[in-house]
DNA sequence: CCAAAAGTGTTCGCAATACACCCATGT
DNA sequence: ACATGGGTGTATTGCGAACACTTTTGG
């Protein structure tokens, strides 16, 4: 076992090896044994609409209510290790295929109501997905819904689950400017105008197609262009362009 | 389908990784205990440069070096509550002299040699304080430390605290472009001189008076004159408007 | 008078917006 | 020919940077 003295805790037990006479800090008599999860805010664009994994809980609390996907950090492991892992586990989708970022923690006392747990909310995007991920091997079931039933009171969570998704909208719609996420939601070589309707979905708005066009390919080492192209649709119109995320291969 | 070459899925592993029959992550046989602490990352702008309370360890681990204050959450308190206590017991600083907001949660297995602890950090600000604040009752040693040393390494953290101020920087420094924290970090009089100065030393940079006389008085519900001046200094200078934050009495 | 600090005006360049227009395809 | 969507050109506007300038004080 990598990390031995990680192990040895007994639930209720103060550690045996803090002797400490602080009285505001890390007195070992202060010491109360959590359960810390981590929670998962999954978020791809179908059609055009944002939208969030959820998984219909099975037993209660709030059976039957859609809950975020989560479970319990193991002992020997890192918070954003346990999310990947729990990631992984319940839709099958591994890191090279999206990145978490850490949300936020919550830990009201009763937002469980069986047990005292802290949870590690992680945001996670893919890119659009055809079919929607299963859960790890039990009846639970998952399916992506809209953000929109959610935030619209529609579909109520389980837990403060609501709030956590609200949270991970705010930071994603917050980082869709001033990061470069958003190819994230697009897969591996994609046009231009999937990328637009990425950000009309998640910022709810309607873009200038010429404005983003240039906006988006005079930004440097956003995204290159393929020699390839895309066929029209039923009705016609000029082909678009393939494009890929980040710089040029052999660039800057 | 519209675009059928929406191969994303061609990379993916087969789903079938179910290696655990566990119903959504609660399994309790999967509940491991961990400790739960909050640590304050508060900062404050003294003499043109960017502070950071510390205390210095009296025990081991990490014996004699210095740490951001913090400390075990309660049963029955929720996060934000226990941060906002071990900020009132470690400084005497109260809510209402400073905001609490979230900066991100440190759970690496090995980042406490005594036990598994998974440590919410908080950053906090303050108005430019004249004595340091006080450790709540014990030998504890606090000061305000120049983020600049332990950024420039001349001033290493105990545990992970050192990525933990990073995060906390990074943080101030973003929402100080995008948010109205600034005059936290000033009494509720205030020059604009002041006020600059804040940016100035958070963003390592100079700004134009000028130029930030207009941005800070424009933008509106920002920043409201009173009637009262400030004598200028030993040098002469014309007297500088006092400003408190946010909109005028009746407005808006 | 000069120095120093507060505060205003003026100009320039860039970047976002609105929207006209051309390009390449299907029917 | 016409519709449809990809992509470019162009005029306008607003904002930030640079910096000259005015105002109000102390020496």
Same sequence: chains 1, 2.
Avoid at 36 to 42: A, F, N, S, W, Y
């Amino acid at each position: 076992m990598k990390y031995p003295r990680a192990v040895a805790l007994s639930s209720g037990e103060p550690p045996d090896t803090t002797p400490e006479p602080r009285p505001e800090g890390y007195n070992p008599s202060a010491f109360v044994p959590f359960a810390v999860t981590v929670d998962i805010v999954l978020m791809t664009v179908v059609e055009r609409s944002l939208k969030v994994l959820l998984i219909q809980r099975g037993h209660p609390p709030y059976e039957g209510a859609w809950a975020l996907p989560g479970g319990f950090v193991q002992p020997d492991e890192d918070l954003d290790s346990a999310a990947a892992r729990e990631l992984l586990e319940e839709t099958g989708i591994g890191h090279e295929r999206s990145r978490l970022l850490q949300i936020g923690s919550y830990g009201d006392p009763d937002r469980d109501p069986r047990m005292r747990v802290v949870t590690v909310a992680y945001g996670a995007i893919v890119a659009r997905l055809s079919d929607v991920p299963r859960g790890g091997g039990d009846a639970a079931h998952a399916e992506l819904m809209p953000v929109a039933d959610v935030q619209g009171d529609r579909l109520p969570l389980a837990f403060d689950h609501r709030r956590i998704v609200d949270d991970a909208v705010d930071r994603l719609r917050a980082d869709l400017e001033t990061t470069s996420i958003a190819h994230r939601f697009c897969p591996p070589e994609f046009t231009i105008r999937e990328l637009r309707e990425v950000y009309e979905a998640i910022w709810q708005t309607e873009l200038d197609s010429g404005n983003f066009q240039r906006k988006v390919t005079q930004r440097k080492g956003f995204i290159t262009p393929t020699d390839r192209r895309v066929p029209p649709g039923d009705k016609g119109g000029r082909p678009a362009t393939l494009w890929t995320a980040g710089e040029p291969e052999g660039a800057e």
